[in-house]
């Protein structure tokens, strides 16, 4: 949900996943760029933008004018498309009070890329994700032992793009946010289990044996 000049600045969703946007209230307005259109052609500088430079807004108001000239490069001409390809670049801005769903996904078809990004970029999670896939689509387990990691996938990246994703409102949290400040929480816990186990276990030796039995028996 977003107001009237909120949005999501250029982005490209994480981890290589494609993503559906139903509208159901409102108007947006998008514009799609081809995943090998250069970063430095279609982002705001700090010159232009200021402290706004990764606003929907500034965007609009900085980079589409050039878009929509002649001498923009014709390869990275702005595309109006219904689904997002994922590696695309993308903005969107709602002219209006905004209400819409939305989701990133990963599909057969975009699979290896998927799972690719995923192992370099989300180590805890390609491995959780692993264990599901050997256990309920063996299929797609075998296809991700297939995947060459040492090769690119040929699908460009957006570093921003970890804590962005296609939403109506650019103060709104991706699911991305969320994993990766659960893995900060989980080891900030163990590091104070930790601390607590040399605590109790400093004048006892058993309860020191103890504690850093349960400690390697809890990370496995």
């Given at each position: 949900?977003?107001?009237?000049?909120?949005?999501?600045?250029?982005?490209?969703?994480?981890?290589?996943?494609?993503?559906?946007?139903?509208?159901?209230?409102?108007?947006?307005?998008?514009?799609l760029?081809p995943?090998?259109?250069p970063?430095?052609?279609?982002?705001?500088?700090?010159?232009?933008?200021?402290?706004?430079?990764?606003?929907?807004?500034?965007w609009?108001?900085?980079?589409?004018p050039?878009?929509?000239?002649?001498?923009?490069?014709?390869?990275?001409?702005?595309?109006?498309?219904?689904?997002?390809?994922?590696?695309?670049?993308?903005?969107?801005?709602?002219?209006?009070?905004?209400?819409?769903?939305?989701?990133?996904?990963?599909?057969?078809?975009?699979?290896?890329?998927?799972?690719?990004?995923?192992?370099?970029?989300?180590?805890?999670?390609?491995?959780?994700?692993?264990?599901?896939?050997?256990?309920?689509?063996p299929?797609?387990?075998?296809?991700?032992?297939?995947?060459d990691?040492m090769?690119?996938?040929?699908?460009?990246?957006?570093?921003?793009?970890?804590?962005?994703s296609?939403s109506?409102?650019?103060?709104?949290?991706?699911?991305?946010?969320?994993?990766s400040?659960?893995?900060?929480?989980g080891?900030m816990?163990?590091?104070?289990?930790r601390?607590?186990?040399?605590?109790?276990?400093?004048?006892?030796?058993?309860?020191?044996?103890d504690?850093?039995?349960?400690e390697?028996?809890?990370s496995?």
């Amino acid at each position: 949900m977003g107001p009237p000049r909120s949005g999501t600045g250029i982005h490209i969703d994480p981890l290589g996943t494609s993503a559906w946007n139903a509208l159901v209230q409102g108007h947006k307005r998008w514009c799609l760029f081809p995943t090998n259109t250069p970063r430095e052609l279609i982002k705001v500088t700090r010159e232009e933008g200021g402290n706004q430079q990764d606003e929907a807004i500034t965007w609009f108001k900085v980079i589409y004018p050039r878009t929509q000239s002649p001498t923009w490069p014709g390869d990275y001409k702005a595309v109006e498309i219904l689904q997002k390809p994922g590696g695309w670049w993308h903005v969107v801005l709602n002219l209006d009070t905004t209400i819409a769903v939305t989701q990133n996904f990963a599909s057969i078809v975009n699979f290896p890329v998927v799972w690719h990004k995923t192992v370099r970029g989300r180590p805890k999670l390609s491995r959780k994700w692993y264990r599901i896939l050997k256990q309920e689509r063996p299929e797609l387990a075998a296809l991700a032992d297939s995947v060459d990691l040492m090769e690119s996938t040929g699908i460009a990246s957006d570093s921003s793009s970890d804590s962005s994703s296609s939403s109506s409102s650019s103060s709104s949290e991706s699911n991305s946010e969320c994993d990766s400040g659960s893995e900060a929480d989980g080891m900030m816990h163990q590091r104070k289990k930790r601390k607590t186990c040399v605590m109790v276990g400093s004048g006892n030796s058993a309860s020191q044996d103890d504690c850093l039995s349960k400690e390697r028996s809890s990370s496995r």
